[in-house]
């Protein structure tokens, strides 16, 4: 069973938008009971600002696919961007994807000519192929966490629109970081040591950095003779 409010198609019980009027304009604010959206659901639509509900969490395929709008925020429940999610939307310039993104399936902002900017979380593991292919006016890419944790990111073919943008790297731990203690190794009679240091597990940042603990041979007193001088204890690394 269906039921429809402004033109808007949903499941009875409003958990589902099936599908989305070509006509409407504007902002649009999905109501906080809709978590999931059918196939093609926003294909063609003039909305130019929509705003999705947190506790959305399952997207078919090609939702926006060639429609007019201009920016999205995807919060921070979804996991995972299906495939052509946004693909030829060409009015689409900026897009906030929520913490907890993982995956940006293949051809997901495939031919959205416009797009400049592209806020990523630290969460994201994996951009599919084409993901950002034909995105020509990408310049700008925020990603929530250091270069270190970027390199990591399994990137697939046809993207370079994503990799040839600026890269900023911005602060997670604004309000303080979350440590992590690097213990430290004792030297050996081979090897030199390292003190105790400290990073943070969100940014990867390192708070306190380990020093090298040189091996120390003790060199042993001599005591002096008559024909010679003596030494005091040394030591050498």
């Given at each position: 069973s269906y039921?429809?409010?402004?033109?808007?198609l949903m499941s009875i019980d409003g958990r589902k938008i099936l599908w989305f009027p070509m006509g409407k304009k504007g902002e649009f604010v999905l109501p906080a009971t809709v978590e999931s959206l059918g196939n093609y659901a926003f294909r063609d639509c003039s909305i130019e600002k929509i705003v999705l509900p947190e506790g959305l969490t399952q997207l078919g395929q090609c939702i926006f696919y060639d429609s007019k709008v201009k920016e999205v925020v995807l919060q921070n429940a979804m996991e995972q961007l299906p495939t052509g999610t946004?693909?030829?939307?060409?009015h689409l310039k900026i897009v906030r994807i929520g913490a907890k993104m993982k995956l940006l399936s293949e051809y997901a902002f495939d031919g959205c000519q416009n797009l400049t900017q592209v806020m990523l979380p630290a969460s994201l593991c994996s951009v599919g192929?084409?993901?950002?292919r034909s995105c020509t006016a990408l310049t700008d890419v925020y990603y929530a966490s250091n270069k270190?944790?970027?390199d990591q990111i399994s990137v697939a073919a046809q993207n370079d629109p994503l990799l040839s943008a600026t890269i900023h790297f911005t602060n997670l731990?604004?309000?303080g970081h979350t440590e992590e203690i690097?213990?430290?190794?004792?030297p050996t009679s081979t090897e030199h040591g390292l003190t105790e240091g400290r990073r943070c597990t969100?940014?990867?940042?390192?708070?306190?950095?380990?020093?090298?603990?040189h091996h120390e041979v003790i060199d042993p007193a001599k005591e002096p003779t008559c024909t010679e001088t003596g030494l005091t204890e040394g030591k050498h690394c």
């Open positions: 039921s429809c409010s402004d033109g808007v946004f693909q030829n939307c060409n192929s084409s993901a950002f270190l944790h970027w731990c604004a309000e690097i213990p430290a190794v004792e969100v940014c990867g940042e390192t708070l306190v950095a380990q020093e090298v603990v």
